[in-house]
């Protein structure tokens, strides 16, 4: 069965990250992930890890202007400057809380500018690419329905995207959740895409809560990633229905356990 990792991002909302990571251990996690920790630093990071005995797996890049609905800037025309600033502060801070991986958010992207976009993140990715050649770069797919213009929603066009940067070290972020509202068959992409899956996510459709309810039955998931021989981490990325310690009983029903 998977190795999961607690995702920070979203689980223990009511709380600030370090207790988070300490809440974490105690559920039993041996992996944390975390989205935008910018604020806290990286050294208490690192030595909470460190007490814990916790594997810090990685961040996002940051997302630019929020305010004007910038969600990253990786395929974001005109802003390559702001993109290597904020890929720049992601690698610092992942380097020195001693993370392995950085998601690198392509952001939303007018139509009109997909074409642009996508000779952008290329070439952003490969500077990156170099600059970390320690770090994993992921990329993920993020469902329109939750928001709309994003860059990518689908698993071919990133496989497309990795394909041509042709560096070792950019992978898909397989977010179980996202492939599953974009357009289904999970078992037929993770087949199709092993090679190049660097980190798997998880979280119930359509209500991207506890992994035990709507539309995908995750046990299935979890065998079906160990036929594969998936060796990664699958990270909790699910928003609690209730508070976040009463929902962890989802890995008994589905016949895993969290550590
Ligand atoms: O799926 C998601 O939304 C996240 O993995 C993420 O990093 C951006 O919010
Ligand atoms: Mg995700």
């Known amino acids: 069965m998977p190795r999961f990792s607690a995702n920070l991002g979203f689980l223990w909302p ?10 974490a251990a105690a559920a ?3 992996a944390i992930e975390l989205h935008w920790p910018y604020d806290v630093s990286a050294h208490r990071v ?4 460190a007490e814990h005995g916790l594997v810090l797996l990685g961040l996002n890049t940051p997302v630019g202007q929020s305010e004007k609905g910038e969600f990253g800037l990786g395929a974001v025309p005109g802003r390559q400057a702001d993109f290597e600033v904020g890929f720049q502060q992601a690698l610092e801070w992942g380097r020195t809380a001693g993370a392995s991986v950085i998601h690198v958010m392509a ?25 970390a050649p320690e770090m994993m770069l992921v990329l993920e797919g993020i469902n329109q329905r939750d928001r709309p213009g994003y860059f990518y ?46 980190h798997v996510q998880i979280a119930a459709v359509p209500s991207r809560a506890e992994p035990d309810e709507g539309e995908i039955h995750y046990a299935n998931v979890f065998r079906e990633l160990d036929r594969l021989g998936y060796r990664g981490w699958v990270g909790c990325e699910y928003k609690p229905r209730a508070a976040t310690d009463s929902g962890l009983g989802w890995a008994r029903t589905l016949g895993t356990a969290i550590s």
């Open 153 to 198: 929603s689908t698993i071919g066009e990133k496989a497309e995207i990795i394909n041509e940067v042709d560096a070792p070290n950019v992978k898909i972020m397989f977010d179980v959740y996202h492939v599953g509202v974009s357009e289904g068959d999970i078992f037929g992409k993770l087949a199709t895409h092993l090679p190049i899956i660097g």
């Open 28 to 30: 039993g996690f041996r």
């Open 107 to 131: 952001g939303v992207v007018a139509p009109q500018e997909k074409h642009a976009g996508r000779s952008v993140l290329v070439e952003n990715l490969r500077k990156a690419a170099s600059r």
């Open 14 to 23: 009511d709380r600030p990250l370090l207790d988070r990571i300490d809440a």
């Open 46 to 49: 690192k030595d909470r890890c």
